[in-house]
T-cell receptor
């Protein structure tokens, strides 16, 4: 169990550029979540997948944001035409959901995006 | 919006118990109380969760009031490494994304 891995850890880009982040979940975890966190706030939900299906998207996820999990393993989050307001920490989490009450999310260390 | 309210910050002396309160007066009957913490520059870390009975694991204890409108996370012997932001979250058993809402949390400072 190597934990949830996110790459890159830091990304600096210019306004208007596209960026893509990658998340590798814990092996065999069927659920994968994306969150965004700004300074002084708790993480905000963006979207989640169960296997390769994207089951839920937040209204925060504008049409410039797209997420994929093509084979039910790793996931990518792309932001097109970045804006300064997109500057934040992007967190990925995964969980093994088999029903019942326990659905513990394990988080990666995040990708910090700075849009200049 | 978060369904919980927590104090913005707390201090605790190293070696003493840290008691972090959380109010969730609108909690539904099937919603669980989860606690996570986030150490600086890391992702959140699961601590414990419960429905109505008190729970204990190797990290902490969770005390939920009988009416379930509030709970307390107890770190029995706080260390400097417990300095973090602690989040209390209420969520139904299958914690779908939008129901899993982090508020601003409580910033716990463990002092030497």
């Amino acid at each position: 169990d190597t934990g949830v891995s996110q790459n890159p850890r830091h990304k600096i880009t210019k306004r208007g550029q596209n960026v893509t982040f990658r998340c590798d979940p814990i092996s065999e975890h069927n659920r994968l979540y994306w969150y965004r966190q700004t300074l002084g706030q708790g993480p905000e939900f963006l979207t989640y997948f169960q296997n390769e299906a994207q089951l839920e998207k937040s209204r925060l996820l504008s049409d410039r944001f797209s997420a994929e999990r093509p084979k039910g393993s790793f996931s990518t989050l792309e932001i097109q035409r970045t804006e300064q307001g997109d500057s934040a920490m992007y967190l990925c989490a995964s969980s093994s959901w088999t029903g019942g009450s326990k659905n513990i999310q394990y988080f990666g260390a995040g990708t910090r995006l700075s849009v200049l | 919006d978060a369904k919980t309210t927590q104090p913005t910050s707390m201090d605790c002396a190293e070696g003493r118990a840290a008691n972090l309160p959380c109010n969730h007066s609108t909690i539904s009957g099937n919603e669980y109380v989860y606690w996570y913490r986030q150490i600086h520059s890391q992702g959140p870390q699961y601590i414990i969760h419960g429905l109505k009975n008190n729970e204990t694991n190797e990290m902490a204890s969770l005390i939920i009031t009988e009416d379930r409108k509030s709970s307390t996370l107890i770190l029995p012997h706080a260390t400097l490494r417990d300095t973090a932001v602690y989040y209390c979250i209420v969520c139904p058993p299958d914690n779908y994304g939008q129901n899993f809402v982090f508020g601003p949390g409580t910033r716990l400072s463990v002092l030497p």
